[in-house]
């Protein structure tokens, strides 16, 4: 399968990994079969299902392991037990051999894997109860977050007013100063003109028919 999701990895995942990969364990196979086998199952590469494997799910399995082991090693002593035994050994007598050693690995592995059932939900609930309190926290600094914005937007309304009535307040002061300008430049023209005028000498003429200056 070469296809690669990108979702995450649900519990049922986890879930058939585990029991594929205990079950290839106490097989004797390897655990690359394992992973293949998930991968064809639930739509992953086989390097997917060994990375969650290695980097997750296998904390948790643990003792699991520890008897998927021991269950092979029982295996494959009765196998060699069967092989070297005596030739007086009768057919029906190795098959009821390997049947009751089928029948309590059949028990082991029943109470196994409901043993590793209640491990796992274990694990979940306690991965429950730390999302919730992740929830928590996030939920309470979300709420902190939006009274902070609020709280700013209140602020930026209130700047914003200020900033119009300062930017009113420049104009009518700058209008006034222009105002101000325009009449002293006014009066200055008038003082200049009149210190003109009172300055231009001024004749009036006598009986003579001359000119004489007026002080």
């Known amino acids: 399968m070469t296809a690669v999701r990108q979702d ?39 390097a997917a299902c060994g990375f969650r494997w290695n980097s997750c799910v296998r904390k948790r399995y643990e003792d699991a392991i520890g008897i998927a082991k021991q269950q ?6 009765l196998k060699k037990q069967t092989l070297v035994a005596a030739p007086h050994v009768s057919s029906l007598s190795v098959y009821d051999t390997e049947e009751r050693a ?26 429950y109860q730390d999302l919730t ?6 939920e309470k600094d979300l709420k902190e977050k939006e009274e902070e914005l609020y709280s700013l937007r209140g602020d930026n309304e209130r700047l914003s007013k200020e900033v119009n009535n300062v930017q009113t307040d420049y104009r009518t002061v700058n209008d ?29 003429m006598d009986a003579n028919g001359n000119l004489e200056r007026i002080e």
């Open 8 to 46: 995450a990895w649900s519990p049922d995942d986890d879930l058939i990994l585990a029991e594929v990969t205990l079950r290839h364990i106490r097989d004797g196979s390897t655990q690359l079969a394992a992973f293949e086998e998930v991968g064809e199952r639930i739509g992953r590469t086989s």
């Open 176 to 204: 006034d100063y222009k105002t101000l300008i325009q009449i002293m430049d006014r009066a200055r023209r008038l003082t200049v003109l009149t210190s003109e005028e009172e300055a231009k000498p001024r004749f009036k």
């Open 72 to 77: 092979r090693q029982k295996r494959n002593y």
């Open 133 to 138: 309190r992740q929830i928590k926290v996030l």
């Open 102 to 127: 089928y029948k309590n690995d059949s028990v082991t592995e029943e109470g196994m894997s409901i043993d590793a059932v209640i491990r796992f939900l274990r694990g979940w609930k306690s991965t």
